[in-house]
């Protein structure tokens, strides 16, 4: 499943929040007022590495966090099995079930691909691979919003049934990919929804201080210097 290195063989996953556009009325709408100002709710998925989802948390007021997010997901039937985790960025707390990449230190990809500077340390090559496995529910959410645009722009059901579109959508998501659909047509498909009515939504979390999980840092230490050394004999 994941060619990059054994250090990694017990990932099981990625989680990220996004945020979907919401329509509610003006009295109940600002606990739903995400930092950019527009309204959405934050929904939680996750992702394995063929691209399904597995996972998905619904419902979240807009200003929440995507760390209180996964916190309530944890306390309402999501458990990790033990011995395993899975990739998170910087808007989460670092534990053994949730590793996150080093602060203070390059990680998105096109950082890499500047002049193809090689990481220089082990813990630029932790954040290295961690950032190409972690691509994986970036690309999962993004095929996801492509393929129901209905999940970028406020609509007018229900507010009970507007929280369940994005698991609606996640589900028929992975029905297409079971039945090997062709994700290529999406390139060529006509916009039916005119892109000035798409909402302007924050990208991602910002990153949160979060207590020191020492557990979580001795997992991650020794991960990323048992890559490096594979990787300076390789």
Known sequence: MLSYSISLQNCIGAIDGTHVPITISGEKAAPFRNRKGTLSHNVMVVCDFDLNF????????????????????L????HVPPGKFYLVDGG??????????YRGVRYHLKEFARGRRRPQNHRELFNLRHAVLRNHVERGLGILKKRFPILKVGTHHRIENQVKLPAAAA???????????????????????????FVDLPDSD?????????????????????????YQHA
Request: aromatic letters at 10%; charged letters at 15%.
């Open 54 to 73: 597995t996972f998905i948390s619904c419902g979240w007021e807009g200003s929440a966090t995507d760390a209180k997010v996964l916190r309530s997901a």
């Open 75 to 78: 306390n309402s039937g999501f």
């Open 92 to 101: 989460y707390a670092n534990t053994p079930y949730f590793l996150a990449p």
């Open 171 to 197: 589900i028929l998501h992975n029905i297409i990919r079971s039945e090997k659909g062709d994700e290529c047509w999406l390139d060529n498909q006509p916009n039916n929804i005119p892109v000035m009515n």
């Open 206 to 230: 910002i990153p949160q201080n979060h207590q020191i999980n020492h557990e979580g840092d001795n997992l991650r230490d020794a991960i990323a210097h048992q890559m490096w050394a594979d």
